[in-house]
């Protein structure tokens, strides 16, 4: 299975940016999808994560500005970012599981895609 993100980029400090992860393998549907962020240095940050159900849970540091959304029928997954701030600035990596439990956790995450970077200044 492998997961592909795009739409990362530079953007100034206010501006937003939408990210997007595509699953590869059709026959592979994830219960939890998440997107990560990890800067130079630091430990890799939950920020959101979406069940097949609809389910939603973000970090506190990105309630109110990003969304998560997912379509299951093209297993892609959103992620759109308004009022990016200089300390958003980071590799971002969406990541999948197939078990059933949902978490804004690295661990509970067995599939994970290269990463895009984003840029904030």
């Known amino acids: 299975v492998q997961l592909v993100e795009s739409g990362g980029g530079s953007v100034h400090v206010g501006g937003s940016l939408k990210l997007s992860c595509t699953v590869s393998d059709f026959t592979f549907m994830p219960y939890c999808m998440g997107w990560f962020r990890q800067a130079p240095g630091k430990e890799r940050e939950g920020l959101a994560a979406?069940?097949?159900?609809?389910?939603?849970l973000y970090a506190n540091s990105v309630v109110g500005r990003f969304t998560i959304s997912r379509d299951n029928a093209k297993l892609t997954l959103s992620l759109q970012m308004n009022s990016l701030k200089p300390e958003d600035t980071a590799m971002y990596y969406c990541a999948a599981n197939s078990i059933a439990r949902c978490e804004v956790n690295p661990p509970y995450f067995g599939y994970w895609g290269q990463g895009t970077q984003v840029t904030v200044s």
């Open positions: 979406l069940s097949v159900g609809g389910a939603s």
